[in-house]
């Protein structure tokens, strides 16, 4: 009788992470789809969606709302980023949250950087390189103030830690005195 109860509770739970999972992957799927034809009507091709679609995806996962994502990317298609270009941004808006930044954050860092390059009359190629470069400085200041943040939070810890204990001790001592 208990192996039949352990197979039906192993059963339940494969059930509960399965349908999760599977409900998560839909979703995403829907999202996506959403996200695609709402581009298509912003005029964006087919082929620029195709190549921001596993960024895109990427957002997804990291839970960011649809609303952004298609915004994000109609401002760059309008400010003349297209296909390898336009993906070129995605992937930048990826990296830099991978580096510690959120989508708000990372989007508007390669707005900047491209405006920047727009703004001194660069164009095509030129324009890819000035952001790469722009960009690389702007995900090492992440890096160091992730790290910076880090350093200041785990300070934090150490000196609340040693509250605690100081205030353990005085109330071993007040203790101690109240029992003599």
């Given at each position: 009788?208990?192996?039949?109860?352990?197979?039906?509770?192993?059963?339940?739970?494969?059930?509960?992470?399965?349908?999760?999972?599977?409900?998560?992957?839909?979703?995403?799927?829907?999202?996506?789809?959403?996200?695609?034809?709402?581009?298509?009507?912003?005029?964006?091709s087919d082929?620029?969606?195709?190549?921001?679609?596993?960024?895109?995806?990427?957002?997804?996962?990291?839970?960011?709302?649809?609303?952004?994502?298609?915004?994000?990317?109609?401002?760059?298609?309008?400010?003349?980023?297209?296909?390898?270009?336009?993906?070129?941004?995605?992937?930048?808006?990826?990296?830099?949250?991978?580096?510690?930044?959120?989508?708000?954050?990372?989007?508007?860092?390669?707005?900047?950087?491209?405006?920047?390059?727009?703004?001194?009359?660069?164009?095509?190629?030129?324009?890819?390189?000035?952001?790469?470069?722009?960009?690389?400085?702007?995900?090492?200041?992440?890096?160091?103030?992730?790290?910076?943040?880090?350093?200041?939070?785990?300070?934090?810890?150490k000196d609340?830690?040693?509250?605690?204990?100081?205030?353990?001790?005085?109330?071993?001592?007040?203790?101690?005195?109240?029992?003599?």
């Amino acid at each position: 009788m208990r192996n039949y109860v352990k197979i039906f509770f192993c059963l339940l739970l494969f059930s509960l992470v399965f349908n999760d999972y599977s409900f998560a992957a839909i979703d995403a799927q829907s999202t996506l789809k959403e996200i695609n034809t709402s581009l298509k009507q912003r005029n964006l091709s087919d082929k620029d969606i195709k190549l921001i679609e596993n960024s895109v995806k990427e957002l997804i996962k990291e839970k960011v709302d649809k609303t952004l994502i298609i915004k994000g990317a109609t401002h760059l298609r309008q400010a003349g980023m297209k296909e390898n270009d336009l993906a070129f941004c995605f992937q930048k808006v990826n990296e830099l949250m991978s580096a510690g930044s959120n989508y708000v954050e990372s989007s508007n860092m390669v707005k900047r950087s491209l405006e920047q390059a727009q703004s001194k009359g660069l164009k095509d190629k030129e324009v890819i390189k000035a952001m790469t470069a722009t960009l690389k400085v702007d995900k090492e200041e992440i890096i160091k103030n992730l790290n910076l943040r880090k350093k200041q939070i785990n300070q934090a810890l150490k000196d609340a830690q040693a509250k605690v204990n100081k205030a353990k001790v005085e109330n071993k001592n007040k203790s101690k005195a109240k029992l003599k």
